[in-house]
């Protein structure tokens, strides 16, 4: 029986038969004149289907009060995502100057795994309750949640802006991610010199050993390091150009320590990929590649239990202890308040940078 509304209000009507979802919930998409009658005669057309009548009756509320385009409200989460990430996710090259990183680009797309319980729901449907899930849900620390916040905010900013929402729906800022981590993620700690000297020992074993230590004597990101290009790196003054990172005190130029300087050079030298690193296969690292088939697997044969980014304090740490100047530690790891895009660095500096790395 159809609950009785105001004139273009729509209506919920129970369905025949046994059903999961027996509720329809209809909208008014115009009128007709009954010719015989003389009289209008509305038009519908279904929006949805529902368990109960209260949510049906919810659901027209919600639509009456905020009206949306029928075609669009078909569109899913992942379809939305999908039209998003064609127009957003390009790689920032000569062709296409205002591109973004292949990190940040890797890191919107591990974002995204972790939206798969929605990821087939209507994006009319999504509500802040099911973003909140998504969070809750995820198992990961911060800068994971954070990434996946500023996801949820390009979705919703897409979708406003083709009129498959309004601008009032759009709820990603009260999303919470303060309470929400990964139970057991390992505490970010440097390696200890002991744990150096394990490294050292197996440098033999593997190039992808030698990478650790590029990492720990150098301070740089594993996102960064992956991401470097051979045309930004000068081996013959000893620096390589950190051209895009996650801050912009990151936009720095990094000094190569003359105990790692060889595997620089093996690396810039093994093949024709245009990045320093690569894979056996000669193509561009993805950190998940990296780190499941390199990283853990060399940790777990070293007896070790570190993350990539622990290299970066163990760089921060053995600075510290050979008491290099605090100055050249934030120019070196690119940390706040060093100020590095603002200067050029002259011979003099990039000299005092490498005294500095050559210490640990």
Known sequence: MDVKNPNGYGSVCKLSGKRRKPFGVRITVGW?????????????????????????????????????????????????????????????????????????????????????????MRFVDVKLSHLQMVVDESGKNHPTLRKLKVLFGQLFEYAVIHGIITKERNIVEYVDISKSGNPNALDRKPFTKKEVQTVWKWKDSSEYVQVILMLIYSGVRISELLDLKKENVNLKEKW????????????????????????????????????????????????????????????????????????????ISFLTAAEVDERFIKKIVGHKGQGVTEIVYTHLEIQELLDAINKI
Request: proline content about 4%; some cysteine; overall charge negative.
């Open 32 to 120: 007709e004149l009954n010719k015989e009658t003389g009289k209008l005669k509305q038009l519908y057309k279904p929006i949805g289907y529902y368990t109960t009548r209260s949510e049906a009756m919810i659901a027209l509320a919600d639509y009456n009060k905020d009206p949306y385009d029928l075609d669009s409200s078909k569109i899913t989460f992942k379809e939305v995502y999908e039209k998003w990430s064609d127009e957003k996710l390009i790689l920032k090259d000569d062709e296409h100057p205002y591109g973004i990183s292949q990190s940040n680009i890797n890191g919107y797309k591990a974002a995204w795994k972790l939206c798969k319980k929605i990821e087939d």
């Open 240 to 315: 390589f150009d950190i051209i895009d990172s996650k801050t912009k005190s990151g936009i720095r130029k990094v000094p190569i320590a003359d105990k790692v300087f060889q595997y620089f050079e093996y690396w810039y030298n093994k093949n024709e990929c245009e990045y320093l690193l690569s894979t056996p296969e000669g193509e561009h690292f993805l950190y998940r590649n990296y780190y499941d088939s390199y990283w853990k697997p060399l940790m777990d044969q070293m007896g070790m239990n570190h993350l990539p980014h622990d290299t970066r304090h163990t760089c």
